[in-house]
């Protein structure tokens, strides 16, 4: 593998990043709680849809603190459309873990906080600590790949040599947690999977820009996966477990047995039922669903109140406040907290597939 002029090609992306970085709400925050909320927002969400969420985040629990002592439907709440909701709740256990035992100061204590990985726990040493390591999320994976070993589509199995490159390359002093940034900032914008190389700063110093701008290089079709999917099942179970939420949500408490034939039409409750369950109990694991007596699935009064306070109620500026679920968890009682003349006290009852479109009922108020 030749040789590149890496301290070159990092002098010209440090250029690059002063003045083409991209704005961002936890950039720049000499506040570790800022980065780790950010970080793990992230973990499996795009940054466009991460920064409203971000901002209403903080804004309502501003620290490690308030964090801490944040209510599951507020916490669940304020996470709404992001995914994995067990992220959130990792989150407050993370708080919790840090109001006893203090902030990690390096990469190895931010690693003994849960939901911490390998990754975020080096991303965290660089922005939060300024401690130096080695980040490769995918963007620096393809940055670095390409710009210092000439591969043109780097993969997971290349991070071990794309380690030693960055390690050989980035320096050890200065600001050096501004360089994995640098490197997703490209990444996001020029260095796509087919990349602008005629636009880019490193195009003079890349290894891979040659190959790519003789136009010969082929857009990499092949996608891999890392989500489990059951053997012979179409989708991966995340689509799955996403279909036995929106039946509970729309049906009520459900039998796990009613469960399979409508969330995959294939099913085959002889084949299929242990898969079933334990994609149900995961959920209730995660503090999604309950199982309640006679066998029935349901959604807990937290997720409830979850789907209440839906996305489209908040940029509507139509927030409700749940009051009582009721028993069966297929009506719900709001209150409109603002926007529109509510009837009477402005309390409503509603069924649950109606509530998550809960806005526009409440303003028509039928
Ligand atoms: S020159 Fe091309 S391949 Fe190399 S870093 Fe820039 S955009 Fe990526």
């Known amino acids: 593998m030749p040789a590149t002029d890496g301290s070159r090609a990092i002098r010209q992306l440090v250029r690059w990043y002063g003045t083409h970085k991209r704005d961002l709400p936890w950039r720049d925050i000499n506040d570790a709680y800022f980065i780790f909320v950010s970080e793990i927002m ?10 409203p969420k971000f901002k209403t985040w903080v804004k309502r629990f501003p620290t490690w603190n308030a964090l801490a002592d944040a209510k599951t439907p507020d916490l669940l709440a304020a996470w709404a459309g992001l995914g994995y909701n067990n992220r959130a709740l990792r989150l407050r256990d ?16 931010w690693k003994r906080l849960p939901g911490v990985g390998t990754y975020t726990a080096a991303a965290l040493a660089e922005f939060a600590n300024h401690r130096y390591a080695v980040v490769i999320d995918t963007n620096v994976r393809r940055v670095a790949g390409r710009a210092f070993l000439g591969i043109v589509h780097p993969q997971p199995t290349h991070d071990s040599r794309i380690r030693r490159s960055l390690l050989t390359n980035i320096p050890r002093r200065g600001r050096h947690w501004d360089i994995p940034q640098a490197f ?13 190389c005629a636009t880019c700063p490193l195009k003079t110093t890349c290894l891979a ?5 003789s136009g010969k290089v082929m857009r990499r079709t092949r996608t891999t996966t890392t989500e489990y999917r059951h053997a012979g099942k179409k989708h991966p179970d995340r689509i799955y477990r996403g279909r036995i939420l929106t039946l509970i949500r729309e049906r009520g408490p459900t039998r796990l047995s009613a469960i399979g034939p409508n969330v995959d039409t294939t099913f085959d409750a002889v084949r299929d039922n242990a898969w079933l369950e334990t994609m149900v109990h995961r959920l209730i694991k995660d503090g999604i669903l309950t ?76």
Do not use: W
């Open 209 to 213: 820009a040659p190959k790519f701008l």
């Open 42 to 51: 992230l973990q499996q969400t795009q940054v466009d849809r991460v920064i």
């Open 94 to 109: 993370a708080a919790r873990q840090v109001m006893r035992d203090g902030v990690p100061t390096d990469e190895d204590g």
């Open 291 to 366: 199982m309640k007596k006679g066998g029935h699935v349901s959604l807990t009064e937290t997720q409830t109140a979850v789907f209440a306070r839906s996305e489209s109620d908040e940029r509507r500026g139509n927030l409700t406040e749940i009051l009582r679920p009721d028993r069966s968890h297929r009506r719900i009682k709001v209150r409109l907290l603002r926007r529109g003349t509510p009837r009477n006290d402005g309390i409503q009852y509603m069924k649950t597939p109606r509530v998550t479109g809960v806005s526009s009922t409440c303003v028509a108020f039928r």
């Open 184 to 196: 997703m900032d490209l990444g996001a914008s020029i260095c796509l999977p087919m990349p602008s």
